[in-house]
């Protein structure tokens, strides 16, 4: 299966500022969908940001014009830009592909290969 890593997780203050990693052991191309997920203990997983292979970009209501998801192919890495962030932004963020189907779903329970994970922490 395909390996994914995060990294770029730390703590920060609200209004700050963060970008998450994720390299994968192939073409990113070669997936249809990249996606960014997040988790707080006791809620259940939810869709953050997801990019189509073809560059369409898709963002949860919560973040929308806050969140930003590129990637750059040559380095087989998808990117998570995460501004103006607040206390509820904290949680545990994994980056997730798949390899065909529908891009954008609540909680990326179709999503096939996954990373650890890498804690993001906002303070008040």
């Known amino acids: 299966q395909v390996q994914l890593v995060e990294s770029g997780g730390g703590s920060v203050q609200a209004g700050g500022s963060l970008r998450l990693s994720c390299v994968v052991s192939r073409s990113i191309y070669s997936m249809n969908c990249m996606g960014w997920f997040r988790q707080t203990p006791g809620k259940e997983r939810e869709g953050v940001a997801a990019?189509?292979?073809?560059?369409?970009?898709y963002y949860a209501d919560s973040v929308l014009g806050r969140f930003t998801i590129s990637r750059d192919i040559s380095k087989n890495t998808v990117y998570l830009q995460m501004d103006s962030l607040k206390p509820e932004d904290t949680a545990t963020y994994y980056c997730?592909?798949?390899?065909?189907?529908?891009?954008?779903?609540?909680?990326?329970?179709?999503?096939?290969?996954w990373g650890p994970g890498t804690q993001v922490t906002v303070s008040s």
């Open positions: 997730a592909a798949r390899w065909g189907g529908v891009c954008w779903t609540k909680a990326g329970s179709n999503y096939d290969d």
């Open positions: 990019l189509r292979r073809d560059g369409v970009p």
